[in-house]
């Protein structure tokens, strides 16, 4: 089933998924806030990921695909840090976008991100620039043109054109481009650079010297406690050390609902490794890491495993893969990325020491800058490696898996979305919206629902409510008609409701409905948590 995004986002807000940030000044463009039940479906899918990839790994098992046992362990790093790691991280000179401004409507755009089409009718030739894609974007250039040119529906074959829907990027004349939203042709600007990272002025110097970013990623923590981990703890290489944080980018166009926002959440792995052994590593995160979203309930066509052709390697990089989910607001056929997972050879861990590298021939060395000197300085400190047991010492290599919990968020929400029919409580189809969550990841495991509220119903129903409380996300309710509870629940994504009913109080028997087979079975009410625990576990 196809997917009606503003159903979904009108859905998140209704329920209290997702609202806008500070919705009652206008919002801010970028940034969201989970509601209630949103913040429980994130912190499920963090606790899914961090019991999965951390707490419950198991360092004495060959997992599937792995070269050898490996150790885990997390670690929660501050967002501010000192600004020398983002000059040797490379994202104080090159993470930035390209944006292009409108001198017209003063909207700025990311240059990647604006489409269109080139078109010529009454012996003029321009680009009519959108900022949709696909089916979408030829609709909406085809209407402007129409408007451009002044022309009626009965003479639009009189535009003739010329290319499919292209990116700006492929445009070098801009004096012949029509802005998104401009009436004007020629008003958009050259491409500017614009670094992505927030700044900010730590303590009470606000000039260069108190300077600091938000983080852009929670990679960078990991690297510089590289040296902490190994000399507290008693990991050896192979492990990976996990983090789940905030990360901050100015993006120039935030959109498509969490997809690309200004403020997220991130889980990423930094898994070192010897070199020699580093491309099975690489290999066994990538299918391990895309496996985890299938078994929570990603379909397999909506999700793939892409590999990057040699052009898009990062210049140290020996292999990178995303994890890409079709959403719904993309054209046929596109998919986003949910999560990269890079092979880093040792380019962290050496620009940390050394400074920040550039490729030179197919090595990395330090750049340096017309004095001669690194251009940005390195710890200095020795972030090499000794193998106690093979007596060798060596940079470690790094594969990183790096996933994003907002975009992960979306991608299930949008899987679980579903509309159908069920029976209400007179047996009648009614129709039914339903998030289909796998039950890991729903915010509510069970309601707990008095079939009327009378004759020792409501007290029984508290009373099993009270027992499972301490151990799963229950959730009361006795207002209004059963079938309206269920549906409610089914909404909420719950996918058990437990009905106490005029046989509990004969035989201290529930009924428990499945919300995707809409199956009721009779259990007892003191196994109900051990069922409920059984279902979690299946
Ligand atoms: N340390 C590597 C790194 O940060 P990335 O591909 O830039 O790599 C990793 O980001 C993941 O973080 C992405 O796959 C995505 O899930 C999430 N992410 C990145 N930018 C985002 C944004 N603006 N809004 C929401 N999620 C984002």
């Known amino acids: 089933m196809s997917v009606d995004m503003d159903k979904l986002v009108s859905l998140c807000k209704r329920r209290g998924f997702i609202f806008q940030s500070s919705e009652i000044y206008g919002g801010i463009n970028g940034f969201w806030d989970y509601g209630p039940l949103g913040v429980e479906l994130k912190k ?69 991100q604006v489409n269109g089409r080139w078109v010529t009718a009454k012996g003029q030739r321009i680009f009519i620039a959108v900022v949709s894609d696909g089916a979408e974007a030829e609709a909406e250039t085809l209407q402007r043109a129409k408007k451009f040119f002044n022309l009626r529906d009965k003479n639009l074959d009189e535009l003739k054109w010329e290319s499919p829907v292209i990116c700006l990027t492929q445009v070098n004349d801009f004096s012949q481009v029509l802005a998104p939203e401009a009436k004007e042709l020629g008003t958009l600007l050259p491409p500017r650079e614009f670094n992505l990272m927030f700044k900010t002025y730590v303590g009470a110097l606000s000039g260069e010297e108190g300077a600091a970013f938000l983080r852009p990623e929670t990679a960078q923590g990991i690297f510089v406690n590289f040296k902490n981990v190994c000399d507290s703890s008693r990991v050896r290489i192979p492990f990976g050390i996990a983090q789940i944080g905030k990360s901050f980018r100015n993006e120039i166009t935030p959109k498509q609902f969490t997809f690309r926002s200004r403020e997220f959440e991130q889980m990423e792995i930094e898994f070192f490794c010897h070199p020699n052994s580093s491309r099975e590593w690489y ?38 893969a995303d994890i890409e989910y079709a959403f719904p607001f993309l054209p046929p056929g596109k998919f986003g990325e949910l999560e990269g997972v890079a092979h880093r050879a040792d380019f962290d861990l050496r620009s940390h020491m050394e400074g920040k590298l550039v490729k030179q021939g197919d ?33 470690p290599h790094v594969i990183e898996p790096s996933a994003g919990a907002d975009r992960a968020a979306l991608a299930f929400l949008c899987e679980a979305y579903c509309e159908d029919t069920a029976p209400d409580e007179h047996g009648k189809p009614q129709s039914r919206t339903v998030l289909r969550f796998h039950p890991r990841l729903a915010p509510i495991k069970a309601a707990v629902l008095p079939l009327v509220n009378k004759d020792g119903m409501p007290e029984r129903a508290l009373d099993l409510y009270r027992q499972l409380k301490p151990d799963f996300a229950v959730f009361y309710d006795d207002k209004g008609a059963i079938g309206r509870r269920y549906r409610r629940q089914d909404e909420a994504g719950t996918p058990w409701c437990l009905t106490i009913d005029g046989q509990t109080l004969q035989d201290n028997t529930v009924t428990i409905r499945d919300r995707d087979s809409l199956k009721q079975e009779r259990i007892r009410m003191d196994h109900v948590a051990e069922e409920l625990r059984r279902r979690l576990k299946s």
Not at 76 to 88: F, S, Y
Not at 287 to 315: I, M, N, P, Q
Not at 367 to 378: F, I, M, T
């Open 44 to 112: 499920n899918i963090k606790d899914a990921w961090w019991h999965d990839m951390v707490r419950g790994h198991d360092e004495m098992r060959v997992y599937p695909g792995a070269p050898s046992t490996y150790e885990m362990t997390g670690l929660d790093c501050a967002i501010i840090m000192h600004p020398q790691v983002w000059k040797c991280s490379g994202h104080y000179d090159l993470f930035h976008d390209y944006m292009v401004d409108c001198r017209e409507t003063k909207k700025r755009y990311r240059h990647d």
């Open 283 to 320: 290999q066994y995160w990538r299918d391990r890491r895309y496996r985890w979203y299938v078994e929570l309930g990603l379909a397999s066509e909506k999700l793939r495993l892409r590999e990057h052709d040699a052009a898009e390697l990062a210049h140290y990089s020996v292999g990178t």
């Open 363 to 395: 090595q990395l060395v330090v750049e340096l800058g017309a004095d001669g000197k690194p251009r940005h300085k390195g710890s200095g400190k020795d972030l090499s490696y000794f193998d106690e047991v093979t007596r060798e010492r060596f940079i």
